[in-house]
């Protein structure tokens, strides 16, 4: 039998993906990978040894990185697949399986594409959906050397269902291994929470809403469509740990809806002052989900800064997304934010089919009206697992990128030589964010 010593990799996506805060001009920063770090958990409350080597920070070349994963001589390797990581992951898997390692794959790409993944060079199982109630006992048959256990969402070369993964109760998980990963390394300076280090955290899975553009309905099945949420005392206990154990003076929630159950931000809220906490925090909030009632009794606890996913100022393209309000509610919401003094933040997606120029002015338009702090705009890709994208392979609208992503056909040019690509997009995003940019 081999060592019971696990090694997660996230390999780095390249820097197509950038999206640029138009105040700034900088690209996203990393944060932990949460989800990675409950499996670690998982593993390492089963008696493993578990390290994670988070490419997205350490940035090695493939042989540096080989070299680093060798090193700790794991008896299984996993492998987290994002669709941007996915090509790099796929090379390393070729490499990696000629020193017999077995290899599992997981994550968005695997858990939209599970088949395939599986049948790649050297990857012996991929898991599609959440893993946290799989990854033991296939773990633990692979280092044995024994058929990978019966369960949803697990799948070999020829072998699984068309299903996810079962997903439990989020209080039964334990607390990300965050010890697994250098976490000065990631993005800790939020400056609209506060000067100190803020840490990201998550309170609930899943998003009953289907917008067209997002990967989420696709990958992880029915199941996601039900919004599961932690209890107040599970995040509340997580976030003294946080402060605790790395000096956290600040939150960042980051999860694919939070705002959906007013009975669970309400919950949060209540908890968050029973125990008197003091600590400033930022969220994401989905236009149709919070109003102005809850906006202000968060503010109350410590709310400081909120992102709202807006994508569009067209309310012909918010249609489109399915994103389920009109701009006109977005910008009454936004503005009533910024009359309680938050930081607001919003995203707006850029390039989409079908979308015009006057689409796009209106997004810039709206913007501009409501003075948010920070506006993102990004390059529409599309994801594998969402609606818009088999809609536009159907219609060959674009063109693709590797087999896993599609890139409108407006951008391949900028994308394609990427010495070029980095000042072409700074100076497209500085053209649109005539707003902020002097
Ligand atoms: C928080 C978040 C971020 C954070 C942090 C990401 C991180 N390090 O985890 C930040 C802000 C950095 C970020 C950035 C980006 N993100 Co993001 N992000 C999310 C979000 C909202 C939550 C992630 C999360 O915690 N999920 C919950 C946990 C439980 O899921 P998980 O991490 O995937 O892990 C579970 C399973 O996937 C599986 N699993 C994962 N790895 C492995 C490995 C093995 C071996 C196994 C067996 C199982 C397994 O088990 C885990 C536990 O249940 C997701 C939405 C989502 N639902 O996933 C998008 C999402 C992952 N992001 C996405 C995108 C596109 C991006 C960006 C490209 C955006 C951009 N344009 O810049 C960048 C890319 C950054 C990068 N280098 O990868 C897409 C990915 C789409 C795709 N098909 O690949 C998602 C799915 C959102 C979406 N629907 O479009 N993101
Ligand atoms: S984009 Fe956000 S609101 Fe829309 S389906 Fe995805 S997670 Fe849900």
């Known amino acids: 039998m081999k060592e019971r010593r696990f090694a997660f990799v996230i390999e780095q996506c390249p820097d197509l993906s950038v999206r640029w805060n138009t105040n700034t001009l900088r690209p996203i920063a990393p944060l932990p990978p949460l989800g990675v770090l409950t499996l670690a958990a998982v593993l390492e409350r089963e008696g493993w040894s578990v390290a994670v080597f988070d490419n997205s920070i350490s940035k ?4 540096r990185l080989l070299a680093a994963i060798t090193a700790f001589q794991p008896g ?3 492998l987290s697949m994002t669709s941007l990581n996915a090509p790099g992951s796929l090379e390393l898997a070729a490499s990696l399986s000629e020193t017999g390692v077995p290899l599992l794959a997981g994550g968005p790409h695997a858990s939209v594409r599970p088949r395939e993944v599986a049948r790649a060079i050297g990857i012996t199982t991929a898991v599609a959906g959440e893993a946290d109630l799989v990854i033991a006992a296939l773990a633990e048959a692979v280092v044995r050397g024994q058929p990978v256990p019966e369960m ?6 020829d072998s699984g269902e068309g299903v996810t993964a079962p997903s439990g109760e989020l209080d039964d998980l334990p607390d990300p291994a965050r010890h697994l990963v250098p976490i000065e390394s990631y993005g800790r300076t939020v400056r609209d929470v506060t000067d100190g280090a803020v840490d990201s955290l998550a309170t609930s899975r899943g998003c009953p809403f289907q917008c067209t ?22 995040v509340a206990d997580e976030m003294e740990h946080l402060v605790g154990r790395y000096g956290s003076e600040g939150f960042f929630f980051r999860e694919d ?20 906490f003091r600590y400033p925090w930022k969220c994401e909030a989905h236009v149709a989900t ?15 800064s909120v992102w709202l996913g807006i994508e569009s100022g067209s309310d012909r393209m918010l249609r489109r997304m399915r994103k389920g309000f009109s701009a006109g509610r977005a910008k009454e919401l936004l503005l009533f934010a910024k009359s309680l003094g938050l930081h607001t933040a919003s995203g707006f997606l ?5 979308e015009t120029e006057n689409d ?5 338009r709206l913007a501009e009206q409501t003075e948010i702090d920070d506006v993102w705009f990004q390059v529409y890709i599309g994801y594998p697992g969402s609606a818009l994208y088999e809609e536009i392979r159907a219609h060959q609208l674009v063109e693709a990128q590797w087999h896993t992503i599609l890139i409108p056909r407006t951008e391949i040019a900028s994308f394609a030589d990427s010495s070029k690509r980095e000042g072409q997009l700074r100076e497209h995003f500085r053209q649109l964010a005539r707003v902020r940019c002097a």
């Open 290 to 304: 919070v109003d102005e009632q809850v906006l202000e009794r968060m503010v109350g606890v410590g709310l400081r």
């Open 213 to 234: 553009f997002c990967s989420n309905p696709g990958a992880w099945g029915s199941e996601y469509r039900r919004h599961r949420t932690r209890s107040a005392a599970s």
């Open 257 to 276: 809806n939070m705002t959906v159950s007013r009975a669970h931000v309400l919950a949060l809220c209540d908890e968050f002052e029973r125990r008197g």
């Open 152 to 157: 949803s969402g697990i799948y070999t070369a």
């Open 360 to 364: 796009i002015a209106a997004s810039v």
């Open 350 to 354: 850029l390039g989409l089919p079908g």
């Open 76 to 78: 299984v390797v996993g």
């Open 60 to 63: 090695y070349p493939k042989e």
